[in-house]
């Protein structure tokens, strides 16, 4: 069994607010105290008992941050780092801001055709990097997953492309 960090997070980190939720996890924006960098922690509800159905089994979220851990890809988010209390695992996650893809589509109200090439282009690297790496996504909804970074010039989609409150029962190693 993987131990993560028995530290309080709330020691090395600002929690702030809510930025999704789930129904077995949170996602909130958080600061590092030290360096002032800003991440999402997802607080990820455990599963108290085998027979009980709310929480999520130390296996599943084991392979979460085992898959994490093992993908490094300019369109899919980091792995910051882990930490564990009595009710959560708490994962430190790359923030990137700029609000979902579906908003960002409806205020432009239209792509041209590069700018929409560039968006494919990005989930197809991100699909083909992970399918590279034996990993499938099961539940790869582009509307309402993508995040995008307004600061750059070609957006980049975040969290994986996946929304990192559900992240947990989507994707699975092959």
Not at 35 to 54: L, M
Not at 140 to 163: C, E, G, I, N, Y
Request: charged content about 30%; aromatic content about 10%; overall charge neutral.
């Amino acid at each position: 069994m993987t131990v993560f960090n028995q530290e309080n997070v709330a020691e090395f980190y600002e929690i702030g607010d809510e930025l999704g939720s789930g129904q077995f996890a949170v996602v909130r924006r958080c600061r590092h105290r030290r360096t002032g960098v800003e991440y999402a922690a997802k607080f990820i509800k455990k599963r108290r008992s085998k027979s009980s159905r709310r929480g999520v089994t130390r296996e599943d979220i084991e392979r979460e941050v085992n898959i994490l851990k093992e993908i490094q890809h300019p369109n899919i988010i980091t792995l910051h780092e882990v930490f564990e209390n009595k009710a959560d695992v708490i994962l430190i996650l790359e923030l990137v801001a700029g609000g979902e893809l579906f908003d960002f589509l409806a205020e432009k109200e239209s792509l041209s055709e590069e700018e929409a090439t560039q968006f494919l282009k990005q989930i197809l690297d991100g699909v083909f990097y992970l399918h590279s790496k034996q990993i499938a996504h099961f539940d790869l909804k582009v509307p309402q997953q993508l995040k995008t970074d307004r600061s750059s010039s070609v957006r980049r989609q975040s969290a994986s492309f996946w929304d990192p409150v559900q992240f947990v029962s989507l994707c699975f190693t092959l």
